[in-house]
């Protein structure tokens, strides 16, 4: 049985839409010509990708781990198609926060001078998988643990955890800070994209509160306003000083690892590679943090 795009288009619609009706509407076709569709492709993948035992349909497992390679191939083949992109093929780099930190800009020089015909762009996305699951980039950068059905990853380096406080606050007069210093206090989350949680304290050193935000922009602004504190990694020091917050190390919190993920397979045949060129840029002399490994 022969796939193609049109069973992928198929599970899409079906799969965003959570009906069988919506998404034929969607696509313009009956009903039973989309479950045939759908059917098809679950015989041909020999999984049961969508739960139909509800009015309202839901994802399998397998459905959520091959929806993310099912719209990373969707987009390889319109970018393929697209008249406009013909020429160099960039390679997507997405991130949430701080990219590399000050590793940053020595990576992207190093990677236009190696390889002049193929661009590496470099996204920020306020997404927790920075726009992965979307096939908006070919690769992320991920701080932090995390379970992706279907991404493969390879850690990069490790990062240490610093505190962010307000720079008026009896916080900032010291020259280091641990957990048991925050304790007490109301903790920012940056709860689209960030990398803290109040599980990173002891059941005796809990913050207090918590303030929810969803991007980087607005976490500096609460704690800048004396709203709270907040942590984050030393990439965030070099990338985002921001007026009225003060960063001091977190002597006592675990290291955060930085990871580079992919779909597997990857949509950019580059993506192997990059992970060993970053690494070696930023590492050069240290031998491989761990080899590329598959969540989920």
């Known amino acids: 049985m022969t796939m193609e795009l049109r069973h992928l288009r198929a599970f899409l619609a079906i799969a965003e839409e959570g009906t069988i009706t919506h998404a034929a509407a969607r696509l313009g076709i009956g009903?039973?010509?989309?479950?045939?569709?759908?059917k098809a492709l679950e015989t041909h993948l020999g999984v049961r990708l969508v739960d139909r035992s509800t009015h309202h349909l839901h994802l399998t497992d397998a459905g959520e781990s091959f929806r993310i390679r099912a719209v990373a191939a969707v987009a390889a083949v319109e970018a393929a198609l697209d008249p406009k992109r013909l020429g160099p093929w960039p390679l997507r780099l997405g991130h949430a926060w701080s990219a590399l930190g000050h590793h940053t800009g020595i990576v992207l020089r190093r990677w236009q001078e190696a390889h002049p015909q193929m661009p590496l762009e470099l996204l920020r996305i306020d997404d927790r998988i920075a726009g992965l699951a979307q096939g908006r980039v070919d690769a992320v950068l991920l701080r932090g643990p995390f379970n992706i059905a279907g991404v493969c990853s390879t850690v990069l380096f490790r990062e240490s955890r610093v505190a962010a406080v307000p720079a008026d606050s009896d916080l900032a007069q010291r020259s280091e800070l641990t957990l048991a210093d925050l304790a007490g206090r109301t903790l920012v989350l940056n709860t689209v994209s960030g990398s803290t949680s109040p599980q990173l304290w002891p059941d005796a050193l809990q913050p207090t509160a918590t303030m929810e935000v969803g991007n980087t922009d607005d976490w500096l602004?609460?704690?800048a306003a004396g709203r709270?504190?907040?942590?984050?990694?030393?990439?965030?020091?070099?990338?985002?000083?921001?007026?009225?917050?003060?960063?001091?190390?977190?002597?006592?919190?675990?290291?955060?690892?930085?990871?580079?993920?992919?779909?597997?397979?990857p949509s950019h045949p580059a993506v192997p590679e990059l992970a060993a060129f970053i690494r070696h840029v930023v590492t050069p002399d240290s031998p491989e943090i761990d080899s590329p490994s598959l969540s989920g």
Request: proline share 12%; no cysteine; hydrophobic share 45%.
């Open 31 to 38: 009903q039973p010509a989309l479950s045939r569709t759908l």
């Open 221 to 223: 602004a609460a704690i």
């Open 228 to 265: 709270g504190i907040g942590v984050s990694t030393t990439a965030t020091v070099e990338v985002h000083p921001y007026p009225g917050v003060a960063y001091r190390p977190l002597t006592d919190a675990p290291a955060l690892s930085v990871a580079l993920a992919w779909v597997d397979p």
